[in-house]
């Protein structure tokens, strides 16, 4: 009679897209079922649970052992050793192993030794993270070494004005009548009202949201500052040599 089995595939925790020795580990696990006479149920993966799910290793762990425990049945997974190293599954597979007075598991861990290919298919994914991290801070440090073509790219380089704020001042400036000369165009008017007017007028803040009181009066004093009459100045300028 077949004993029954679920399948256990441990990923990374914090990768972004699937290893490629997962497909190894499948068929592993399917493959030590065959020979071995398990009936495999299902197989679960870790990895799944961490992108989905945002929880911990334990959350799949823990929602395996449940199905193992209702059904009797072993869990089968690839010994990956320290190429998987997980302290959530490895202390429930060191529990597993200590018999305790009146509690004994109604099923139990199987590791399956790693085929040299789920290796190689780890050391490769290794080394492919390894290079995308060194190119990805390399792109980084070419990015902020790169010199200023346009005057508006080396006043904004000079005056050290950041990523959001310049975009903000893009924002504002944008369209055929800006953001910021609606609102200058409506000076003496309450904050209510400004904002009732760009609604109107189905513009949007840069965060993509509807105006309010709030959010114009802190757009007015970022238009006062002299950053900004600095930038629309250049953004005119720009505009004329076109």
């Keep these: 009679m077949a004993k029954n089995a679920y399948g256990y595939i441990r990923g990374r925790r914090h990768s972004k897209k699937w290893a490629p020795d997962r497909k190894h580990q499948r068929r592993q696990i399917e493959d030590y079922a ?120 080396q006043w904004k380089h000079d005056n050290e004005i950041g990523t959001k704020r310049f975009k903000n001042f893009r924002h504002l400036y944008a369209g055929m009548t800006p953001i910021y000369q609606s609102i200058e165009d409506n000076d003496g008017k309450s904050m209510r009202e400004i904002a009732d007017l760009l609604n109107k007028e189905i513009y949007l803040t840069v965060d993509g949201k509807r105006w309010n009181r709030h959010n114009v009066r802190k757009t007015i004093d970022l238009i006062a500052t002299d950053e900004f009459q600095e930038f629309v100045t250049l953004c005119n300028e720009a505009r004329k040599d076109l």
């Design 34 to 153: 065959d020979a071995n006479g398990y009936d495999l149920i299902e197989v679960f993966i870790e990895e799944a649970k961490f992108s989905l799910a945002g929880k911990t290793g334990a959350y799949v762990l823990a929602s395996t052992l449940k199905r193992c425990t209702a059904d009797k049945a072993d869990l089968l997974y690839i010994d990956l050793g320290r190429w998987r190293r997980n302290p959530v599954f490895a202390s429930f597979v060191a529990a597993s192993k200590i018999e305790k007075p009146g509690r004994r598991y109604p099923y139990k861990f199987v590791g399956i030794p790693a085929e040299r290919a789920t290796l190689e298919a780890v050391e490769r994914q290794a080394r492919l993270e390894k290079y995308e991290e060194s190119f990805r801070i390399k792109k980084i440090k070419n990015r902020a070494d790169a010199k200023p073509t346009t005057p508006l790219q």
